[in-house]
């Protein structure tokens, strides 16, 4: 029997594991389908307090990880195919060691996954040319001529967020009209340094992880006329899914799947918290994930004092 198993390894599920093995609680860390979160795929990350130099996405988690275990935290590498909230102890299944768990709390940090366009070259550039953060990454280009796939608020705000940076952003959307909100239109509109490329999907994205992104072949949905635009970097804004599938039924979330948490990081299940994108569609930030991170562990923290656990 587990006092608490934590679901997820990237911030916020390290930063609980930290607090928590720092109060000797022992807690067990389940790393999930992609170890590290959406950093490891990042490559260098400048707005993470404490590095001035800037640091790389996968080894700014392995120094997570290694400071979690530092203190005593425990890391299943193994994934959380299940779960049962219905009843007390929580159970998780793991999928390669077959095998139920037991537990008195958990804390879901199992973030959220950007959806992306489904082209093979969108893997390979990831982290050279191709971004799903404008926020993280707008630094790297200025002065250049880069892209945005989307059209809905995301979109249109990441779009004119790289104007800071980028010399052109070329909006590019499948439809001849944005799903954003008017103000966010208005405000996209007005602004010299956006160029719309309605009716058109990308096709492919040109370049090589040496050179980077150098360009996307467009295609026009109505016409069916192909094009290449030149581009040095390519943001893909058309949203992201909470990884939340195991959990549907369990506990209360929202229409987009994001699990809803009150009073900090409390869901709606007694005993099971939640931190990290996986509840926060907003921010999606690295040192927000952290911060609820940390809610979570003190949350989890006062739970298990009420059993008589800790």
């Known amino acids: 029997m587990e006092k608490v198993i934590i679901l ?30 959406q950093l490891t795929i990042t490559t ?28 005593g935290a425990r890391i299943v590498y193994d994934n959380a195919s299940k779960v049962n909230l219905e009843e007390k102890p929580f159970k998780v299944y793991l999928e390669n060691e077959e095998k139920w768990l037991e537990t ?85 509109f007005s602004n010299s340094k956006i160029s719309f490329v309605w009716d058109s999907v990308v096709e492919r994205i040109l370049g090589n992880k040496k050179t980077g992104v ?31 599938e195991i959990f549907k039924g369990q506990i209360e979330m929202d229409e987009g799947g994001y699990i809803i948490t009150k009073e900090g990081t409390k869901t709606s299940r007694e005993g099971v918290f939640a931190a990290g994108d996986v509840q926060d569609k907003k921010y999606r930030q690295a040192i927000t994930a952290a911060g609820s991170g940390c809610m979570a562990a003190l949350d989890c923290q006062h739970y298990l004092e009420g059993l008589g656990l800790v």
Do not use: W
């Open 104 to 188: 008195h709390s958990i804390i879901i940090a199992t973030g959220a996954s950007a959806r992306f366009l489904g082209l093979d070259e969108e893997k390979e550039l990831m982290g050279h040319g191709v971004s799903a953060c404008a926020t993280c990454d707008g630094f790297f280009f200025k002065g250049k001529e880069i892209a945005v796939v989307g059209g809905g608020d995301t979109a249109v705000e990441e779009a004119t967020f790289l104007t800071k940076f980028a010399s052109r952003v070329y909006l590019i959307h499948r439809r001849d009209k944005l799903r954003a909100s008017k103000a966010m239109q208005d405000k996209a």
């Open 8 to 37: 997820g390894s990237g911030p916020a599920g390290l930063t609980c594991a930290i607090y928590l093995a720092r109060a000797d609680i022992s807690p067990l860390l389940i790393q999930g389908m992609q170890p590290g979160g």
């Open 214 to 244: 150098e360009g996307v072949v467009l295609k026009n949905v109505k016409t069916g006329e192909k094009s290449t635009l030149n581009i040095q970097g390519l943001f893909i804004a058309i949203g992201h899914n909470p990884n939340t």
């Open 44 to 71: 260098e990350v400048e707005n993470f307090p404490g590095f001035p130099e800037g640091i790389m996405g996968p080894e700014l988690m392995d120094r997570m990880r290694r400071q979690a275990e530092k203190f």
